[in-house]
């Protein structure tokens, strides 16, 4: 025999004995005498140690098909996914789609998820996440539903994601960085991946609380526990309002302090502030986190000013409820005595004025209404011949109103309060504080205010106007004269808000206009002759002028169509003279809007500049003649405009038709002269428009109104 074999045989016997002494005793086989017995057949496991499958969370919903799984990062809570395709158009349901179906937990993430059932299988679509009057995308993300697809999902994007990856924690207790730096106005986060394998642990902010971590699921978190997986944290900051760099600091410590990492934060000074400005269409990424998380938001254009919102001392123990939705700042459960609150890191010497200029908004349990006031002195004031009283209450003395008319994502669904005020400060501060106050116990249905409502309660600073805010410190000018002023029209006026740029123009040049306004969005005068806002604000009365704008287009289809719309001529002398019976002596102007390409370049539909600019200059003289108006002849400045300067932009992008900053102060100037028939003296007022063609803008509306008395003061 061979000598390596029988070594080998050996050496197995030897190896056999030992695994069965090793193995606890097993249970008598029974033969199955259908089965040939082999050296394969398993042992069988002892009880309790078989290990159980990790149940699917997913295999547990019972879809009727493949599902739309996504983590849900929106600032306003998608509730809908919305499919389409070029050949089919709607795969999903109409607008605004499929509603979300529930949650589920994956990997300790919450995903909302959306069944789109057998009957969209194989199908390709296009996905719109959105809440109706909010999406995630115009474009949509496009998806074959043969398989579930599982996405991140924020305001502005759709990221696909692996939701059963996750990284191991090291055996250490780390943090991926310990320290991090920030703008004055930060747009995001720092990222930072924890292991902490073997201890829960805690947060320490050390009083730093402009400071806030945020989990995986979009939770503030100041603790968390032990796990083998990574865990994925975001620190954000505040804004930072002040004129100086701010350092900070925080200890991540495991439960029992054996273990700590110090993490360093250093934030960028802001830049000085009066101008501050803010813009809520197009910077949410500015507030998203620090709105609803520690309910401040910083001037958009970077400037030293932070809005707050403060209880009173009634409600100090009632934590607000703050929520960005769509674009929009909203604060739920605020009653009487509390405030929105604008501080600015400001030095202001005694009889400065600052000018403060904002829209606001409140849903129908919201409180009605709101006392402007600024500390001076350690006094709150308010500029008392403003002040005006409540219908239901003569003891309470306000300076705005809300109506209660929020929009829902109809342009038909709002009417938001233009407040414009002026602050005169009596003594020296280095800190300008103004407030908008609630004062009152009365909702905008006239309900009495519950602090412990949340649905239909909020108050917002609606995304209106690309000037949502602006609070600046006037010019130390002589104020000659002071007008009442009423302006009435739709986006034309607030687009860039030229109405806060008539005011600021006026003022440079020693004028002093108390304006009253409500403009909404797509109105005509047919609208504001049957608009709450607008009727009340004519009834107010006492004003000197009165500025009026129709709808972009109806001018040139009157005089396209005179008999079909006649009733635009009408409707233009109906509100003149309503005006003219609550304001006698009121010199009531209609602006000559101007020619537009649309986004398409149709001209509104009359193929040309000139063909479109000459029939709204025929239909508005025919309406100011009608009604015995004066005319702003703002149109003929932008045409002027076109032609010398055909490389500027008077036509704001993203539709080719509302005015960008720069042709919304040329409204404003043309208005001015209009107005008053003065010329422009220094100091030059350039209303955050680049100087040089500020100063033209002057020059031309100079020039148009001028040299166009016929136009002006038509016959």
């Known amino acids: 025999m061979n000598v390596r074999k029988i070594f080998a045989a050996l050496m197995a016997a030897l190896i056999c004995t030992a695994i069965i002494a090793c193995k606890p005793?097993?249970?008598?086989?029974?033969?199955?005498?259908d089965k040939e017995q082999t050296d394969e057949t398993p042992d069988k496991e002892e009880p309790g140690k078989e290990e159980e499958e990790p149940k699917d969370p997913i295999a547990a919903l019972e879809l009727d098909g493949y599902a739309i799984f996504f983590v849900d990062r929106t600032s306003w809570g998608a509730t809908h996914i919305y499919g389409w395709n070029s050949a089919d158009g709607s795969v999903t349901n109409g607008w605004p789609g499929n509603a979300v179906t529930g949650s589920v937990d994956i990997n300790e993430v919450t995903y909302k998820y959306v069944d789109m059932g057998k009957a969209r299988?194989?199908?390709?679509?296009?996905?719109?996440?959105?809440?109706?009057?909010?999406?995630?995308?115009?474009d949509g993300y496009e998806v074959t539903m043969n398989r579930h697809y599982f996405f991140k999902i924020t305001d502005d994007s759709a990221e696909e994601v692996d939701p059963y990856f996750s990284e191991e924690a090291g055996e250490a207790f780390t943090l991926s960085a310990t320290s991090a730096s920030f703008e004055s106005l930060p747009t995001g986060g720092k990222s930072l991946t924890l292991s902490a394998k073997d201890y829960d642990w805690t947060i320490d902010f050390a009083g730093n609380d402009w400071l806030v971590m945020i989990?995986?699921?979009?939770?503030?978190?100041?603790?968390?526990?032990?796990?083998?997986?990574?865990?994925?944290?975001?620190?954000?900051?505040?804004?930072?309002?002040?004129?100086?760099?701010?350092?900070?600091?925080?200890?991540?410590?495991?439960?029992?302090?054996?273990?700590?990492?110090?993490?360093?934060?250093?934030?960028?000074?802001?830049?000085?502030?009066?101008?501050?400005?803010w813009v809520f269409r197009d910077n949410k990424n500015t507030y998203s986190v620090s709105w609803p998380y520690m309910q401040v938001i910083g001037a958009t254009d970077g400037s030293a000013g932070q809005i707050t919102v403060v209880r009173g001392e009634a409600n100090a123990n009632t934590p607000f409820v703050c929520k960005v939705v769509g674009n929009n700042p909203n604060v739920s459960t605020m009653v009487e005595g509390d405030y929105w609150l604008y501080t600015f890191d400001a030095s202001v010497a005694a009889g400065s004025v600052v000018a403060f200029n904002a829209t606001m908004a409140g849903d129908k349990k919201a409180p009605k209404y709101f006392i402007v006031e600024y500390l001076d002195g350690g006094v709150w004031k308010s500029?008392?011949?403003?002040?005006?009283?409540?219908?239901?209450?003569a003891s309470v003395k306000y300076t705005y109103k809300l109506s209660g008319e929020v929009s829902t994502g109809s342009p038909d669904t709002y009417q938001y309060t233009t407040v414009?005020?002026?602050?005169?400060?009596?003594?020296?501060?280095?800190?300008?504080?103004?407030?908008?106050?609630?004062?009152?116990?009365?909702?905008?249905?006239?309900?009495?205010?519950?602090?412990?409502?949340?649905?239909?309660?909020?108050?917002?600073?609606?995304d209106f106007g690309f000037t949502a805010s602006d609070v600046q410190l006037y010019p130390d000018v002589e104020i000659t004269q002071t007008?009442?002023?009423?302006?009435?029209?739709?986006?034309?006026?607030?687009?860039?808000?030229?109405?806060?740029?008539?005011?600021?123009?006026?003022?440079?040049?020693?004028?002093?206009?108390?304006?009253?306004?409500?403009?909404?969005?797509?109105?005509?005068?047919?609208?504001?002759?049957?608009?709450?806002?607008?009727?009340?604000?004519?009834?107010?009365?006492?004003?000197?002028?009165?500025?009026?704008?129709?709808?972009?287009?109806?001018?040139?289809?009157?005089?396209?169509?005179?008999?079909?719309?006649?009733?635009v001529r009408e409707n233009c002398v109906e509100l003149a003279n309503m005006i003219r019976q609550y304001s006698p002596e009121c010199d009531v102007i209609l602006d000559l809007t101007w020619a537009y390409p649309n986004s398409d370049n149709t001209y509104g539909g009359y193929g040309s500049y000139d063909n479109f600019d000459q029939l709204l200059y025929n239909g508005v003289m025919d309406m100011a003649v009608a009604a015995g108006c004066r005319v702003a002849p703002v149109g003929m400045a932008f045409a002027q405009s076109r032609k010398e300067h055909s490389n500027w932009s008077l036509y704001f992008s993203g539709d080719g038709l509302h005015p960008t900053r720069?042709?919304?102060?040329?409204?404003?100037c043309v208005e001015y002269v209009t107005m008053f028939g003065l010329e422009f003296k220094t100091p030059d007022v350039n209303c955050n428009v680049a100087a040089d063609r500020a100063k033209y803008m002057r020059s031309l509306a100079e020039s148009i109104v001028f040299d166009n008395p016929e136009t002006v003061n038509p016959k």
């Open 662 to 668: 720069t042709s919304a102060f040329l409204e404003a």
């Open 483 to 567: 007008k009442k002023v009423l302006i009435l029209g739709n986006s034309f006026h607030y687009y860039f808000n030229p109405m806060f740029m008539l005011r600021e123009i006026a003022w440079s040049q020693g004028i002093d206009l108390k304006i009253t306004a409500h403009v909404k969005g797509s109105q005509s005068f047919e609208k504001h002759l049957q608009l709450s806002n607008s009727l009340e604000a004519v009834r107010k009365g006492g004003y000197d002028f009165a500025i009026i704008q129709d709808q972009s287009k109806n001018p040139a289809r009157l005089a396209d169509d005179p008999a079909g719309y006649a009733k």
């Open 420 to 462: 414009m005020q002026t602050c005169r400060f009596e003594n020296a501060t280095d800190k300008v504080q103004i407030r908008c106050r609630a004062v009152g116990d009365i909702t905008c249905d006239g309900s009495t205010q519950d602090i412990n409502a949340t649905s239909n309660s909020a108050c917002s600073l609606p």
């Open 25 to 33: 005793e097993p249970e008598p086989v029974i033969p199955d005498d």
């Open 383 to 393: 500029t008392e011949e403003d002040l005006l009283t409540a219908e239901e209450d």
């Open 215 to 277: 989990d995986e699921n979009g939770e503030k978190v100041t603790s968390g526990k032990k796990s083998n997986k990574a865990q994925y944290l975001t620190l954000y900051a505040a804004p930072n309002g002040l004129k100086t760099k701010r350092e900070g600091k925080f200890t991540l410590s495991s439960s029992d302090k054996s273990q700590n990492i110090e993490f360093t934060v250093t934030q960028a000074a802001a830049k000085a502030p009066l101008l501050s400005q």
């Open 121 to 138: 299988e194989n199908k390709t679509m296009k996905l719109i996440f959105n809440c109706n009057s909010s999406q995630n995308t115009q």
